[in-house]
């Protein structure tokens, strides 16, 4: 089980996660492995963002911490359901999970890299990679619960 007490933190030098006691957080961490500096200042960043194609790589694969990416459409009913749900996983995953949507519109190319083809979906990303894909509409308990293991 996850400690409560502490943070894991990807170190984007070496790729070794490093845990941050919470007590800590507001420290400048250096990596177990590398030495080199690890930015804790991402726990701290409000959530959920906005994502868009042009930043994608940046916030999404060059995020320190897990990154779940909910592909969204304003003209799509179940996403209006599916948004307060994002919301409140977002405040309640703040530090061990960043949160953000992607309007599929207006974002189409990276919708299209990761042939996401229906709306609502939620895409995992961790180390960089997709690690998990979630296709339509579910509940909040449903979705803390598959969220579990980034908690
Ligand atoms: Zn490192």
Not at 27 to 34: D, E, S
Not at 61 to 73: E, M, Q, V
């Amino acid at each position: 089980m996850a400690s409560e007490s502490a943070f894991k933190i990807r170190c984007l030098a070496c790729g070794a996660k490093n845990r941050i006691p919470q007590e800590k957080a507001h420290l400048t961490a250096k990596c177990g492995r590398c030495k080199r500096p690890v930015d804790t200042r991402v726990l701290f960043l409000p959530q959920p963002e906005v994502v868009s194609d042009a930043d994608f790589e940046r916030q999404v694969l060059g995020s320190p911490l897990p990154f779940l990416l909910y592909f969204w459409a304003p003209w799509c009913p179940s996403c209006r359901s599916m948004s307060p749900v994002i919301d409140a996983l977002a405040k309640t995953a703040k530090g061990r999970l960043r949160v953000g949507k992607l309007n599929v519109d207006q974002n189409p190319q990276t919708a299209s890299r990761y042939r996401v083809m229906s709306v609502p979906s939620i895409l995992v990303f961790d180390n960089g990679r997709l690690a998990e894909t979630l296709v339509g509409a579910m509940g909040s308990q449903d979705l803390m619960m598959k969220m579990a293991r980034y908690l």
